[in-house]
């Protein structure tokens, strides 16, 4: 059984000028990962563009980050796809590589009108790797998808054998705790939304699953250390400053800020593609200034 917990990186998708994946940096964005105390990684998934990529494309991306890896942290790869065949060959791929977990955000284009028909759905795409643990994906901002993440994951568990957690990128902080008292606390809550994971740390979340891990785990580290020592005003005084740092960078530019954050703290992992929006060369420069400023770059990586 894979035990997620501390930080795991949501991680970036390498690409070249042209929007071609780009598979050279990721052993080094692995090593300076793992350097940094990441504890697993999340391959992808929302912050990696695995929406926007092909299915071989998926595949090769998926690959080439397990091999990195090299057993030394867990891999999660995400293969929810719109054409449930489509995330049934990913998860049955994932699981054929290597990859210690597997997530998946359900089909959202025509929507889904149950708990119990989102339940069948994942499910479906489950079944295709029956030997690898799995992570539902609740996104609701993007999936369209607004049930409780709680009755979500009741109704899969009654289907899903290797059901292992959630992977919860939402505000919602009670329906977080819900789905950590569920059947006894059997399954792992991952938090999602790194400017609170303070918050959810507090309300006994497993770990966090974010971007901004891929520059700023020293300091999410250095947060979470301060909480568990009992150093409260610590811990908030540095949630605040990695939650601005955060807000200056998604404010207007979103993934493809984050993205371009990445050139500060290598390796450069390329542009976001279409229909993200693209960043100019000066909004980079701009954001990028400001960054430093804050103390984030090479060499800092978000410590406090």
């Known amino acids: ?116 028909t989102l339940a069948a759905t994942v499910a479906e795409i489950a079944a295709a790797a029956p030997h690898t643990p799995f992570y539902y994906y609740h996104i609701p901002q993007l999936s369209g998808l607004g049930f409780d993440a709680a009755d979500i994951m009741a109704a899969a568990a009654e289907r899903i054998p290797t059901l292992e957690g959630i992977k919860f990128s939402h505000t919602q902080l009670d329906m977080l705790i819900r789905c950590r008292a569920l059947q006894e606390g059997r399954f ?62 998604v404010k207007q530019h979103g993934i493809s800020g984050l993205k371009a954050t990445m050139r500060l703290v290598g390796p450069d992992c390329g542009p976001t593609r279409l229909p993200l929006p693209q960043m100019t060369p000066s909004e980079i420069a701009d954001l990028h200034r400001d960054l430093l400023a804050a103390g984030l770059g090479a060499g800092a990586a978000g410590r406090g």
């Open 1 to 116: 059984m894979t035990q997620l917990s501390g930080l795991i990186a949501a991680t970036f998708t390498p690409m070249t000028a042209s929007g071609e994946v780009d598979c050279g940096p990721i052993v080094p964005m692995v090593e300076r990962l793992i350097a940094d105390g990441v504890t697993g990684l999340y391959v992808c998934g929302s912050t990696g563009e695995g929406p926007s990529m092909t299915t071989e494309e998926r595949k090769r991306v998926a690959v080439a980050f397990v091999e990195a890896a090299a057993g030394r942290i867990p891999v999660v790869v995400q293969v929810g796809h719109n054409a449930v065949e489509e995330a049934r060959a990913l998860a049955r791929h994932a699981e054929e590589v290597g990859a210690d977990a597997i997530s998946a955000v359900p089909p959202s284009y025509y929507g889904i009108a149950s708990t119990s």
């Open 188 to 249: 792992q809550t991952l938090f999602g939304v790194d400017e609170m994971l303070l918050a959810a740390w507090a309300a006994g979340c497993d770990g966090g699953v974010g971007s901004t891990y891929n520059f700023m785990a020293p300091g999410s580290l250095e947060m979470l250390a301060a909480f568990d020592a009992g150093r409260l005003d610590d811990a908030r005084q540095q949630q605040q400053r990695l939650t601005a740092i955060t807000r200056r960078i």
